[in-house]
């Protein structure tokens, strides 16, 4: 497939239906969550299949400051971590997580185990994201954090004397990550850990991921259908050897360059039983008028021979797919409603204004929602150069625009290296499928 580089650009050209399986970094969201959790545990983990982008690179290099012994490997695609077994070594340390969101929430929490004076910090953006909800937490288990700028954005100060334990509500939280980062961190508290969540939930299976992967290091927690996690404590992380799934949000480009272009794209590692909510996409595409094919170790997605249906979907369980979708629905047949994902607004960007913004300049007429978007894909693509908002699913995902309409460019492309660096060589490497 033609990829043509232009500075820090890049311009994507039609080659007609895509074929082949698809290159996946490791799942960049169980990768954090392993090495939170190998990073407090008894003896030395490996992680096989792990990711290397930038959101796992803010991680690894926060917790070396945090005097926790990690070595990579990413030719074999491995790291190593050496458990401080509930202790961390540091006292004082000063971590900038850059555009990591997960980094940031994540070690917001595990700092608090610690004992001495933490500050975290990231980009201008990220100091504009929120985190009150999980440092009000954390504060209700004895944290002691304070906001240097803006109250309930980063940067924080944290005075750490460990976490005592106790009842936490969370209302309606804006990110499921609030609730991972408290559930990772709970069974190191000095008595039992009750969450409660109240209202909605944003990206419900990323709690569910969470739980998957501290029970697979020995902890055990106790669940109820009403929202409410009770985490013993005095348990503590088993160190061993874990092997991370391909990245499905990653996945999503490839099953939707196969939507796209009429071909076929499978993606080994991952099926409907795989630990990451996005593996749901193909029943979306499914909806659209794709075939999905499974077997146990990998899925496969075959684009339709006419075109796509416009569909109606609720989103919420799988929010890093609706920039997918939404190009995927520049070349469907009728209307594409994208429902109930109003925390796209606090993202790297406002990913709905943003949506709304490159849609419209490739000629689609957008509905914006409170809580989602509506796109009407036009009767012809306007050539155009995509602005990535330094953004790396905008990037990706208008990237697959290109497949199908001549005139496409993706500026600062670059941003692709925060969970996907070698996205476009991956895209490049589909061969035509034969028709």
């Not at 033609?2 to 074929?19: C, K, L, M, S």
């Not at 796209?344 to 409170?370: F, I, M, N, Q, S």
Request: net charge negative.
């Amino acid at each position: 497939m033609p990829i043509e580089r232009i500075g820090p650009d890049v311009r994507i050209h039609p080659a007609g239906p895509v074929a082949g399986d698809a290159t996946l970094p490791g799942s960049k969201s169980l990768t954090n969550r392993y090495l939170i959790c190998t990073a407090l545990a008894d003896g030395e983990s490996t992680l096989r299949g792990a990711s290397f982008a930038d959101d796992a690179a803010a991680m690894l290099a926060a917790l070396q400051q945090l005097g926790i012994h990690v070595t990579t490997h990413p030719a074999r695609g491995e790291i190593h971590v050496a458990g401080c077994r509930g202790n961390l070594p540091a006292d004082d340390a000063d971590l900038n997580v850059g555009h990591a969101g997960t980094a940031m929430r994540f070690l917001a929490a595990l700092v608090c185990l610690g004992y001495g004076r933490f500050r975290l910090d990231g980009s201008p953006r990220m100091r504009q994201r929120s985190i009150g909800g999980l440092v009000d937490a954390l504060r209700t288990l004895s944290a002691q954090i304070g906001y240097e700028l803006t109250e309930g954005c980063p940067p924080l100060t944290v005075l750490a004397r460990g976490l005592t334990g106790g009842e936490v509500v969370f209302d309606t939280p804006p990110s499921s990550q609030f609730v991972s980062a408290l559930l990772m961190v709970a069974p190191y508290a000095k008595r039992d850990v009750l969450i409660r969540i109240e209202g909605p939930v944003v990206s419900e299976p990323y709690i569910d991921m969470t739980i998957d992967v501290m029970r697979s290091l020995g902890v055990e927690l106790l669940e109820s259908e009403a929202r409410r996690f009770i985490v013993p404590a005095f348990q503590r992380y088993q160190a061993g050897a874990y092997a991370i799934e391909p990245d499905a949000s990653a996945a999503t480009y490839f099953w939707a360059a196969a939507a796209l272009t009429g071909g076929r794209v499978r993606t080994r590692g991952l099926t409907r039983a795989s630990r990451q909510g996005d593996v749901a996409f193909v029943d979306v595409l499914a909806r659209m008028g794709c075939t999905v094919e499974e077997d146990d170790a990998s899925l496969a997605v075959t684009g339709p021979r006419g075109r796509l249906a416009g569909i109606s979907v609720d989103l919420n369980a799988m929010p890093d797919t609706v920039q997918t979708l939404a190009v995927v629905a520049l070349f469907a047949d009728g209307p594409t409603e994208i429902r109930n994902v109003a925390n796209l607004r606090v993202k790297e960007t406002d990913r709905l204004a943003a949506l709304g913004a490159e849609l419209t300049r490739l000629g689609a007429r957008v509905e914006l929602h409170a809580d989602g978007l509506t796109v009407h894909p036009p009767p012809q693509i306007t050539p155009a150069a995509i602005q990535t908002y330094a953004d790396h699913r905008m990037a990706m995902s208008f990237a697959l625009a290109g497949l199908v309409a001549d005139g496409v460019t993706i500026q600062d492309a670059g941003c692709v290296s925060k969970s996907f660096p070698t996205f476009f060589e991956s895209l490049a490497a589909l061969g035509p499928r034969s028709v």
